[in-house]
């Protein structure tokens, strides 16, 4: 007997049959029938180079279809723990930066208010401010923990306040992080001075640029970062160019050096046991990867996040 | 107010969000809720050259979320007149093609039973013959308006009777047409004898090689074909192939010197007033087009079916 | 003796060499110095299907670098009637859309204070009402020949009153068209409603829809079209995607069924004469068309517009 | 029985599978067997823009593969007629493009001499050269038929006269050619100066610019063109950017509005009953048609161009 | 002098000319005069997700060419020391699964009975399981090395019991392994449950799944490997998805967090002295790897594989 | 105040907008200006395989515009302390290479004679033996580090003496460099023969194998080499092919196993006071790269070039 939502059957639809919702689960609307949900934000409004982003969670969708249920590293099977359920995309404004944060926020203010915790799918990486405001209000200050090429605590960007660029620092100006609680993992590449990395530093964040991460396992890094941020509710942000243009060349602003994939996956598989109140991966560009290589990688870490919820939740 | 299932509006949800379902319509599998439907047939075994056609209904309702439900060439609004929805995909057999087509008889049957008039997204066109097989059961012989690079007709291929080369003469000897009241139009390319145009001719069939379609208007054409089928029920099969590789690279067996899209769209609408009880547009594959130019094409060519069947039904 | 800006030419540096400005010109700000120019802006902030027209520019650039200065079908030599260079691009601001538009018409308004008139590299087509306000305060009430698979007129999108498909509605209301010069040729596809063409018409524009432009030469039609616009200054919006996705890929709002470009080439040819006083090619969105050949007939159309211009001015 | 080289069948071998010779015929080097071949350039050193072209050979005749062998449209069997073989490709210098002029030359020469009429697979235009030059010590004075967007016969290129710019300049100034027997189709864009359509008619050449050609069938122009070559063995070049770039993506110098390839076909076929001792299909550029659409294309105008010679010889 | 059949030097002829045999060797299909060969399996219809694989084997050959004969890295000269050519294609069904499984195990049967070893090009993975059938029926019970995403032991795919997730299993149903010397590799991702990588270790299957590989070379792992498997024949499948998506993404079934090109070469080249009576590499899908990256890989892992046999035939 | 040329700020001008010169750099052609520069040589006529590396510079700088002025890594500014512009192309003569090697000599030693040191954008690899002529005229004999699959010590290619294969077999016969000061990083693949990499030695280089670099950090390696290069003027020469193929696709000739994007960093960067004179980066070809990834890195990788020279002129 199967009392929650499960994801479609290859053996019954061939994976390339079918609608593709995330991971072909059932469409629910309904935020009390879930514990936990899929959600897309098709923005891409906030970016500063190369857009594309709000066709992200369509495509990730799509790729997701591969996906079958149970974990094989990690042995979790989240939808035997879990009402998981795919609660589609938030209408965000297509002309209209700011009105869509207002959007993004009410909907995850609903989302978070129904105790379903949400796994996005982005989307550019402005799309976390609303969502961690949307958290804050529900949980009170997070925990974070920051997978990013970049280090998005700019104060403006091309003289805003709101850009992909800008989310951390608004979120630590807004009081909605535990600075003590916050991990940057993979930051990297050419800025404008020491400042962008130094920043965080002084709001007490740690700090892990790429190259601390090079040739070796992050198991260890993991445990130091799962002390850290653990004693509270912790969100998860994933920078899909947090990882080598060489894994994730569909997104919008490729920087050299990066994570490799089983490092993006030991660091989220790193948190098991904390409580993990959301999580996102944002920054996939599909118009750059027409094959959807980086959407198929993005619905795997996208799922990992859903395994790593379903052990506390 | 609308009685009838609408696509979601581009107001409602940017075109870039929300379920790919064809035209954003809702996914309905109760048939007695409609007179027409949308539904994908995922196959490609029956493909002598390059593959992918089992991912066409899939791209083809992504790149459909571009159609509004107006149709402004020829005012026709199908979705104020008929209760259409995205019926979804057949189930077929990934690993055995004779069996895929008793499962796409048997679905086309339940739909034909239920009378509603479907318009298929395929697939290779092995596809049309369980179709036509299923259409004639519930309406008899069938007129037919073919278009294609190729006539179909092979007796066998590589001594299989059952191949994405051989439906119409599958069709012919099982008596599912009326075969003066068959034309297939944009035929040319290289083969093996003259026996492959000149088959269809002898059963009676009225065949418009693309040579005469050059450089002209086909709305002449389709006076006389309209003559020729009306009186019974037609059945409309449109492979993409039909139309110049310029227009439709996403195909598996190109022709060059093909139709021109104008003249595709006179074909169908040139069947206006016709008893259309079906109709199907075949053998996109994605992976040869991968910006989806191809499916957006054959997403339109749907609707334009849609909207034919709408003035009839 | 050259006593005007000419391109850099292919026996003093291959074409692949060499900076990528719009055909190799010199780069140019001091605009007492040009009587026209070619401009970018490079804006998708107004896009309500696929972005990446910001990127327009910068790949029309890249591909006109093929471009050598004479004209051979119309025997045209422009730079050796005109100063023209590349004046390079509007610094648009990439998270705000009605800022961008103040920025663009300001620019506009110093290029046409100048008396230089301007060749436009969009951008998506939101651009134009800034240039068409800028012109309007220079010119007065503006002739438009507009060509285009969408009218581009409506209300709203998304509930806003700037998008890419708003402009000319926007104009009329503002007052900056002689309606009874208005010419829309090339529309086409699906809408919301009838309104969406016959909104034009009901101002006074003339509306070609594509369908009447299928099979023959527009010549004769230009004959008209020019008759209806002439007597005042002219200004031609270009939009790649009324040209059929065969030939024009590479942008954001696919229609089938449209203009070849032989047709395309007869409508700026057909305008010699008039007194064009700018024009600009928009909605070219490489990411679609990774080679570029979108952008390359983008670079044509732009340098036949300038074309026309140097014969009046 | 067959006693000439037959294509492999699709019956014997799926066109998938099987070594890719030109449409999977024998491969044959002692001439003496043949009445005509396929023979590949793989030459890139003459190109003034984007290389590749020294690809083209392998990809023309991977794409080659779907090719039966009965013309349809012509009712021609070329492979009951004559004996016809895959020839392989010429040895190219790829360092030194004056040696590659010589390797050539030398390699047609030898095939002329056998009285093997050879339809080749470029290679850039430059190859035509040395062609010409063998074709004229076997043949004498030659008619030609040069379908191009370019007229190529500047006298230098970057100070060079060996380049893909200048053959037929050589080839008059060497006496290879009848000018009263050549013909220049399809010729347009960007120039220097006018000079360089009017060059080849100072010398008695037949110029249709493309303009010529657009809207309308070519049939009433080949029967001009026919009459005005024959009486004399004919060459016939055939430059693939002649064609719109809608059709033929991947050359090196692409030029908008060119021929269609109905068009294209009309011409070839136009031809029949002239005296046509060899073809050439050139400037196949496959790194810009990843797919290989413009390197089946130029298959079927190769086999077309055997069809012709089949007739005659 | 050499005695032994040689690919052909790009001294002779460029590596972009030429037919495209693999490493432009010569085609034999005597069997007698050969110690070893290259053969290709062009089928797609065992496969779950993706197709395309049947257009790997002609790819991995176009980019073989690229390959000199000489192995820098183990100095090894396989054809200073074997007679090897390229064998040709498998002529599979397009239209018929099981046909196609019989006619690959009657051509495999023909080849081991002429002591010729093979290296497979596939084709994907379904073709190991006549492969086997054939090599078991020559040498007996078979040790194997397997890298692979996946166990692909499943007991049905669809209710088929042949498809290209089954062929293991079927292979120790039909007895053809020594389960004792089977080695698994690379396994990882998602799966139905934890039977699907523990099936293989109740049947004494040594299972290494990706995770145990992450982040350090695997010569360790290899002298355990060789140490279990050595002691009788042994064959190596090579399945592309084994790999990482960023070095292989050109196949079907794509899985992240997998192993290095290197970790690849290592457990190759780590069988030196294994008694190696064929191998292959499986699930190259061209259709998403346009420019031949995985295809090279292919064409380069095959050599490598070559190179081992070289040492023990 | 700013004494040195600055790269243009995203925040005055949008990354996507703007000409693209090498990091959004000033271009400058006054050599008494600048103490460092980028140049582009835009040559492909010494390429064995695919071409295309013409393309190399202009794409390079079209990827550059993502770079800001200030290395995060080694908190290096090199826009503080050098004056440093985009010089532009070398004009090479795109139908002789033997010209084209003299025009770039030519354009070196000028470069060089002004003191100004060179970061230079390839191109194929021929180009390194002429600027090694300049280098050497300026600064005598050079020490190299030389990161790259290939030796290319060939004595001849097709006979020839100039070509991508033998630039440092030429500049050792011409006492250009010396031996005891050479490196040579990342050799690896198929070869003729042992001689291959052999020959290095035996002049006296240190060649280190790609297979020594496999799995760990090459900071000791760099230590040890940058103790052998030290103690005069050392040129680095950087073919992108030296890195592995996921990370750099887009280049002519492949070869698996190459060394990780992080290892090339550690390279370069493990140079920190050397008394580097110069750089480059080549064999770039954007056709096999239409999304600029491997075009980004190179970028990138001149750009941490810069940073090392400008710690110690």
Redesign the interface.
């Known amino acids: 007997m199967q009392p929650f939502p499960q994801p479609l059957?290859?053996?019954?639809?061939?994976?390339?049959?079918?609608?593709?919702?995330m991971m072909r689960l059932p469409?629910e609307t309904d935020l009390t029938k879930l514990d936990a949900c899929f959600v897309?934000v098709?923005l891409?409004?906030?970016?500063?180079?190369?857009?594309?982003t709000?066709?992200g969670?369509?495509q990730i969708?799509?790729e997701s279809v591969?996906?079958?249920?149970?974990?094989?590293?990690t042995?979790i099977a989240p939808f035997e723990r879990m009402r998981v359920a795919?609660y589609?995309?938030?209408?965000?404004?297509?002309?209209?930066?700011l009105d869509s944060i207002e959007r993004i926020e009410a909907a995850f203010a609903r989302i978070a208010a129904a105790d379903c915790r949400p796994v996005t799918l982005g989307g550019d990486h402005t799309i976390v401010l609303p969502i961690l405001r949307a958290m804050h209000k529900r949980y009170g200050k997070l925990g974070l923990v920051h997978v990013d090429a970049h280090a998005d605590v700019n104060d403006t960007?091309?003289?805003?306040k709101?850009?992909h660029g800008t989310p951390f620092r608004r979120a630590v100006e807004e009081g909605l992080l535990d600075c003590s609680r916050v991990v940057q993992i993979g930051?990297?590449?050419?800025?404008?001075?020491?400042d962008?990395?130094d920043w965080g530093r002084a709001q007490g964040f740690q700090v892990i640029?790429a190259?601390e991460c090079?040739?070796?396992?992050l198991q260890p890094l993991m445990r130091d970062v799962k002390a850290r941020v653990q004693g509270g509710p912790v969100y998860l942000s994933f920078d899909i160019d947090g990882l080598?243009?060489?894994?994730a060349?569909g997104t919008g602003?490729?920087e050299?050096?990066g994570l490799t994939?089983?490092q993006g996956?030991e660091i989220i598989r790193g948190l098991a046991g904390v409580d993990l109140i959301g999580g996102d991966v944002v920054e996939v560009s599909p118009?750059?990867?027409?094959?959807g290589?980086t959407a198929?990688?993005a619905a795997?870490l996208a799922?990992e996040i859903l395994c790593i919820i379903s052990q506390t939740k």
């Open positions: 059957s290859g053996n019954d639809m061939p994976r390339f049959g079918g609608l593709a919702s469409v897309g098709p891409d409004l906030g970016t500063s180079n190369r857009t594309g709000r066709a969670p369509r969708r799509s591969m996906l079958r249920p149970y974990n094989m590293a042995r795919d589609g995309d938030i209408a965000i404004n297509p002309y209209n930066l960007m091309f003289g805003e709101i850009a930051l990297r590449g050419t800025g404008y001075s020491a962008e990395f640029p190259e090079w040739h070796h396992s080598d243009p060489a894994y060349p602003t490729l050299i050096g994939v089983p996956l118009p750059f990867d027409p094959f290589a198929l990688l795997n799922f």
